[in-house]
């Protein structure tokens, strides 16, 4: 790996994501391993805030492994590996407790979220999940983050969380910059466009699974909730089905909305509706396939997850040295 800038950004390992997930953050992923060198973690350690079936949590992390290296990053430039398989994230997440306030993460809408969500298990990982994502971010020292809208008030916080450290100790953490997408930030709900799409979406409906095949996804796409109108007009105040139909159309498509205004003029909902399922097919279809070869030989999956947290480890460890020294901790010899 030759390049300068770094990137790190982490994808919990709930359910298969989605094309929210898709492009919201995991085309970015692709798009800065041309330039940068990057880490992208599977984040079981965050997904365990949520109760999580062993079993399946296991057979997640393997389907999400190979359904990142399907998206093709350049993989000179990519380290992918699991967040627990490197334990300076959990080691370096208790410094930074001591470096977060607890009105701060009380601010934390996705917390307030998950907790109406998941009211019988508010536990203390649901509260400190910020930090462990500072930590995640900070030790590798990433000058850029790409994620999907919902998470950037948890890199503000990581942002707040170095620069309150540095404060303190000097230069010790790069101090990160969010990489959220103009167009596709927020990908919403088919079912319900108030709402984002989200992998752990209960309704199948709301949600186009990267695994999901062509006539799934048509088919969801032609369900999809949009208005009583029949104009293919980008508004998402008025017409927030239509227009997210049409983000995820014009970014398939490499389009932008206006473009999309005049190639449906007149159509009505129907006819474009199946334009944007099969669109979205055309950019899973390759990925899908090339994940669901490697999921067939998991073998080969875990020695190239391990090789992936000794990169990682290598990058983290010379900076949580630095985090101990700076803290007081006495190195053992
Ligand atoms: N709808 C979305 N549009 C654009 N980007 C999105 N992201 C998530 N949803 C959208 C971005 O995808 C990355 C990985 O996020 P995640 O693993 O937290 O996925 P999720 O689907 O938001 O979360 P879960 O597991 O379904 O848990 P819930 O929904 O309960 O929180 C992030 O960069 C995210 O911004």
């Not at 998991?298 to 997850?305: E, F, G, K, S, Y």
Request: charged content about 25%; hydrophobic content about 40%; some cysteine.
């Amino acid at each position: 790996m030759n390049a300068q800038k770094t990137a790190f950004s982490g994808i919990q390992p709930t359910a298969i994501p989605t094309l929210g997930n898709y492009l919201g953050a995991l085309r970015n992923y692709v798009a800065l391993s041309g330039t940068h060198r990057c880490f992208y973690s599977i984040v079981d350690m965050h997904a365990i805030t949520v109760r999580q079936d062993p079993e399946t949590l296991r057979r997640r992390v393997r389907e999400l492994y190979a359904l990142l290296l399907a998206c093709g990053p350049n993989p000179d430039n990519t380290v992918l590996y699991v967040q627990s398989h490197v334990p300076a994230h959990a080691e370096l997440c208790w410094i930074l407790n001591n470096f977060t306030m607890f009105g701060e993460l009380s601010r934390m809408t996705q917390f307030k979220d998950k907790s109406a969500k998941h009211a019988d298990n508010i536990n203390a990982g649901l509260f400190t999940y910020p930090v462990l994502q500072a930590a995640d971010i900070l030790l590798y020292g990433a000058h850029v983050v790409p994620i999907g809208d919902d998470q950037k008030q948890h890199l503000e916080l990581s942002r707040d969380v170095a620069v309150r450290f540095n404060g303190v100790y000097g230069d010790v953490f790069v101090v990160p910059e969010p990489l959220i997408p103009k167009l596709g930030g927020r990908i919403m709900s088919l079912a319900d466009p108030s709402r984002k799409m989200d992998k752990s979406d209960p309704n199948p409906a709301g949600y186009i699974s990267m695994l999901d095949d062509r006539d799934v996804i048509i088919k969801k796409c032609k369900k999809a909730v949009t208005d009583s109108g029949a104009e293919v007009r980008y508004d998402p105040a008025e017409k927030p089905g239509v227009a997210n139909l049409m983000t995820i159309y014009a970014i398939c498509t490499g389009k932008e909305p206006e473009q999309v205004e005049r190639e449906f003029a007149g159509q009505g909902y129907g006819a474009f509706k199946t334009a944007v399922g099969e669109a979205a097919d055309g950019v899973l279809s390759p990925i899908r396939a090339k994940a669901l070869e490697l999921i067939q030989d998991p073998a080969h999956l875990d020695r190239l997850m391990a090789e992936g947290a000794a990169r990682a480890e290598a990058v983290a460890l010379p900076v949580l040295r630095k985090v101990r020294d700076s803290v007081g901790f006495l190195p053992r010899i």
